[in-house]
């Protein structure tokens, strides 16, 4: 049973123009979220986070968005650029977990020049 | 810069002997770090928990006697693949974190047994 689902495998983008990567969980004592983003034959490099007291949280170009009612979260990036070309996973965890976290599969994201 | 070292990135060895993966936490001292197992186009799925001192944690379906995980220092755990074979060829990840910081990941192990 997959508690944190990204259902588009892949997404390709014009470059300048947003993205946006989604995400889905299910465990409801979820309580943190995690976007990373991962080059080929390295390990995922953090992003941008967010708490479950927050809706939204900015970085820079990244904005993650949190739905609690809904179980959904999702991940902005404007303006696009190739360099973000990667695939970018959401995770999860709750407070109680030590820190462990809960994977989605993945969303490969192209941004085309 | 990384704040976690992995190593080695790559390891080639025959189906039967064992290999050791190391992790390092390289500016902070880790209690807790993580193993994780990523088989291609799938999500990275953890295996166990390392807790230095301690015995490591290990998820449902992964064998503690196969991957022995070692965690003795707070900047060193070790996974130990045993007596490989070729279904243990994949991509492994250590990770650790430091009080609250999101969790640091090492560039990962791809292991193939022939």
């Known amino acids: 049973d997959q508690q944190v689902k990204q259902n588009s495998p892949s997404l390709s983008v014009q470059e300048g123009r947003i993205s946006i990567l989604n995400c889905d969980y299910t465990?409801?004592?979820?309580?943190?979220f995690l976007w990373y983003k991962k080059y080929p034959a390295e390990g995922p490099t953090f992003l941008i986070s967010?708490?479950?007291?927050?809706d939204k949280n900015e970085d820079g170009r990244f904005t993650v968005f949190l739905n609690k009612s809904a179980k959904h979260l999702s991940l902005h990036i404007v303006p696009s650029q190739p360099g973000d070309s990667a695939v970018y996973f959401c995770a999860a965890s709750s407070s109680g977990s030590a820190r462990q976290l809960t994977f989605g599969s993945g969303t490969q994201l192209t941004v085309l020049p | 810069g990384a704040v976690v070292s992995q190593h080695p990135s790559r390891v080639i060895c025959k189906s039967g002997t064992s290999v050791k993966i190391e992790c390092r936490s390289l500016d902070f001292q880790a209690t807790t770090m993580f193993w994780y197992r990523q088989f291609p186009k799938q999500s990275l799925m953890l295996m166990a928990t390392s807790n230095e001192g301690s015995k490591a944690t290990y998820e449902q379906g992964v064998e503690k006697d196969k991957f022995l995980i070692n965690h003795a220092s707070l900047t060193l755990s070790t996974l130990t693949v045993t007596s490989a074979h070729p279904e243990d060829s994949s991509f492994y990840i250590c990770?650790?974190?430091?009080?609250?910081?999101?969790?640091?990941f090492g560039n990962g192990t791809r292991l193939t047994v022939t």
């Open positions: 967010i708490s479950s007291i927050k």
């Open positions: 465990n409801s004592m979820f309580d943190y």
């Open positions: 990770s650790a974190s430091f009080q609250a910081s999101p969790l640091h």
